[in-house]
């Protein structure tokens, strides 16, 4: 938990830097904001548009997940805030990457394949 604490330190002082954050608040979601700048209600309608269920959503808010905490969630982490379902777990790794796939490389260095699932999650075979 201590690492995980740490991580959000550190995210929060490279979003502080960033060129997002003296963005107003009122900002287009997409023209000008990037994802890691998003609230979790901006998270939670870019969730809806692109076809996830509901639940997804709502345990995203719940959980206070903004867009600078969705770039780092791994399996784990969805597993934690209750997406059980692999296949759920999947589709939600898969988006998050191509989402934050978009964020320029100065903002996402924090962004690596181990963060959003790509590691083997050994779930047999």
């Known amino acids: 938990r201590s690492q995980l604490w740490l991580g959000c330190a550190q995210h929060r002082e490279m979003y502080a830097h960033s060129q997002w954050s003296s963005l107003p608040s009122n900002t287009s979601l997409h023209a000008e904001r990037g994802p890691l700048a ?3 209600n901006e998270l939670g309608e870019w969730l809806a548009k692109r076809g996830l269920p509901d639940e997804i959503r709502h345990t995203f808010e719940a959980h206070l ?3 600078f905490i969705a770039s780092t969630l791994s399996q784990e982490d969805l597993e934690a805030m209750g997406i059980l379902h692999p296949l759920h777990q999947r589709r939600m790794i898969c ?6 796939a978009t964020v320029p490389m100065s903002q996402s260095a924090h962004f690596t394949s181990a963060t959003l699932g790509s590691s083997s999650s050994g779930g047999g075979g």
């Open 38 to 40: 998003w609230g979790q």
């Open 95 to 100: 988006e998050l990457r191509q989402l934050f």
């Open 65 to 67: 997940v903004n867009g």
